[in-house]
T-cell receptor
Framework: DGGITQSPKYLFRKEGQNVTLSCEQN?????MYWYRQDPGQGLRLIYY???????QKGDIAEGYSVSREKKESFPLTVTSAQKNPTAFYLC????????????FGEGSWLTVV | DQQVKQNSPSLSVQEGRISILNCDYT??????FLWYKKYPAEGPTFLIS?????DKNEDGRFTVFLNKSAKHLSLHIVPSQPGDSAVYFC????????????FGEGTQLTVNP
């Protein structure tokens, strides 16, 4: 089955701890993205990567870090510097063949306790 | 600033009737527009898109209309079905941003049986 897999689905973090969310895709897509959704708000871009070993900050990158060592993988680390980390995190991927359409994973809920 | 705006947080329609979801944008460089549908605790799924060279695109029950002069697009669903109840996001991109999308805040559609 081709798709985008995010894990874990639910994650609890204590204040002051870093946590890493996994995102894997087997669609052979070049570009990958991390978005965040808060209640009543749209999707806000955290980081994106158009190619392996390269990534750019999105609109709300502070307190987050990413890596893109493999085409299939784009993990997101939520650091202790992120002041309001409780949110629904969405990973997406896309390719030039799909035009400007991107496809999302199922999302990961992060709750700070 | 909010470059893509969905002014109606919610919309309620009767089953079988038409649902019209609206979206406005401010960036005149946007040339590709998309609609995504999202159920709670799931990732958004792509519905339909339109390029700025068109003013209408239709796919089954879903039609997207683009009015470039008004910087406005709308999604029509007809006939509406209870399974259409979800949050609908409008998104846009331009040639320089590629598949880096800017999303609206979303509209919660409820279709009543």
């Amino acid at each position: 089955d081709g798709g985008i897999t995010q894990s874990p689905k639910y994650l609890f973090r204590k204040e002051g701890q870093n946590v890493t969310l996994s995102c894997e895709q087997n669609l052979n897509h070049d570009a990958m993205y991390w978005y965040r959704q808060d209640p009543g708000q749209g999707l806000r871009l955290i980081y994106y990567s158009q190619i392996v070993n390269d990534f750019q900050k999105g609109d709300i990158a502070e307190g987050y870090s990413v890596s893109r060592e493999k085409k299939e993988s784009f993990p997101l680390t939520v650091t202790s510097a992120q002041k309001n980390p409780t949110a629904f995190y969405l990973c997406a991927s896309g390719t030039r063949i799909s035009g400007n359409t991107i496809y999302f994973g199922e999302g990961s809920w992060l709750t700070v306790v | 600033d909010q470059q893509v705006k969905q002014n109606s947080p919610s919309l309620s329609v009767q089953e079988g009737r038409i649902s019209i979801l609206n979206c406005d944008y401010t960036n005149s460089m946007f040339d590709y527009f998309l609609w995504y549908k999202k159920y709670p605790a799931e990732g958004p799924t792509f519905l339909i898109s339109i390029s700025s060279i068109k003013d209408k695109n239709e796919d089954g029950r879903f039609t997207v209309f683009l009015n470039k002069s008004a910087k406005h697009l709308s999604l029509h669903i007809v006939p509406s079905q209870p399974g259409d109840s979800a949050v609908y996001f409008c998104a846009a991109s331009d040639r320089t941003s590629g598949s880096r999308l800017t999303f609206g805040e979303g509209t919660q559609l409820t279709v009543n049986p």
